[in-house]
């Protein structure tokens, strides 16, 4: 990996099988440890995630990763139809954070989902990060689960998603091996 300063253009595109160890390289390098890896392969391989998604520089390059994985809700009623995901985990290599990259591939992901049809993006994170892409903590507060506070926070992309609340919500099984 050279740590040269972004100069090129950056694409957001989906995962493929062949970019899977790249992947890992670059989970363990933001991260400084095996564990986000690891938790990525078991979504991965159980079937959880619901979008997976890297930044590319101009020369394939991969920079950046993020993946979502599918949360389901528990609530009987309209909120049992909800579309929900958990934004987990989100990497830039540590040479490349800080120019925008990781803002890139959240706003492009958060996009698709959108477009998916998704209704609800969970994510336990820094509460000084993911306001700034519509996450709330104050909406998570309507959404009951294994987190809670001020790190936990909730985006509604359809009216669905602001209106079906309060809900309860399991995580993807891999979550539990990870707390
Ligand atoms: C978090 C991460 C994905 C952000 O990617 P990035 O490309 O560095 O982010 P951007 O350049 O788009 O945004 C930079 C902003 O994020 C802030 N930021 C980055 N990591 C942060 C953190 N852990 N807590 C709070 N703020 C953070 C920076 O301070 C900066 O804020 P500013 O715009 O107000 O100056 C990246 O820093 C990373 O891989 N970190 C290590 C892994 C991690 O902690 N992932 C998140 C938990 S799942």
Redesign the pocket.
């Known amino acids: 990996m050279s740590h040269s300063p972004l100069l090129t253009e950056l694409t957001v595109r989906d995962v493929d099988a062949d970019d899977e160890a790249e992947v890992r390289d670059l989970?363990v390098a933001?991260?400084?440890q095996e564990a986000?890896a690891d938790l990525v392969y078991k979504l991965r391989h159980c079937g959880a995630l619901v979008l997976e998604q890297v930044a590319v520089a101009e020369d394939g390059r991969i920079l950046?990763h993020?993946s979502y994985s599918r949360v389901t809700p528990r609530a009987i009623g309209a909120g049992q139809s909800m579309q929900v995901t958990c934004?987990?985990?989100?990497?830039?290599?540590?040479a490349?954070?800080?120019?925008?990259?990781?803002?890139?591939?959240?706003t492009a992901s958060l996009d698709r989902l959108k477009a998916m049809g998704e209704d609800l993006v969970l994510?336990?994170?820094?509460?000084?990060?993911y306001p700034?892409f519509g996450f709330d903590a104050a909406l998570a507060r309507q959404v009951t689960g294994p987190y809670a506070g001020n790190a936990f926070m909730a985006l509604a992309l359809t009216a669905a998603g602001r209106g079906n609340l309060p809900i309860e919500v399991a995580f993807a099984t891999p979550f539990e091996e990870f707390e």
């Open positions: 989970v933001a991260f400084g986000e950046g993020v934004l987990a985990p989100v990497s830039v290599w540590p490349y954070q800080k120019q925008g990259i990781g803002s890139a591939l959240i994510v336990l994170g820094h509460p000084a990060y700034r």
